[in-house]
């Protein structure tokens, strides 16, 4: 199973950011992701909504807030 995240801006056009894809074995699946390299000072998460995020080499999601580098772009379990 395969998720995307993909934001899009008004304009139809993807926007502008560094990011960095990686490989982990977790539980014996490789996952492959893409997230930020840097975070947005300009950002304000949203009480309602869930964000995954990168750090000590796991993925965490949390509601409303995050401490880390925020997932963009592909995530991929292969088992």
Same mark, same amino acid.
């Given at each position: 199973m395969a998720l995307l995240f993909v934001p899009f801006m008004a304009s139809g056009k993807? *926007?502008?950011f560094n990011?960095?894809?990686?490989?982990?074995k977790k539980d014996?699946?490789?996952i492959e992701l893409s997230f930020l390299t840097e975070k947005k000072k300009d950002?304000? *998460?949203k009480r309602n909504?869930?964000?995954h995020w990168y750090a000590f080499d796991q993925v965490q999601v949390n509601e409303g807030a995050y401490s880390g580098?925020?997932?963009h772009g592909i995530y991929r379990v292969y088992d």
């Open positions: 993807l *926007p502008s990011s960095r894809t990686i490989q982990l014996g699946c490789l950002f304000e *998460p909504r869930f964000y580098l925020l997932l």
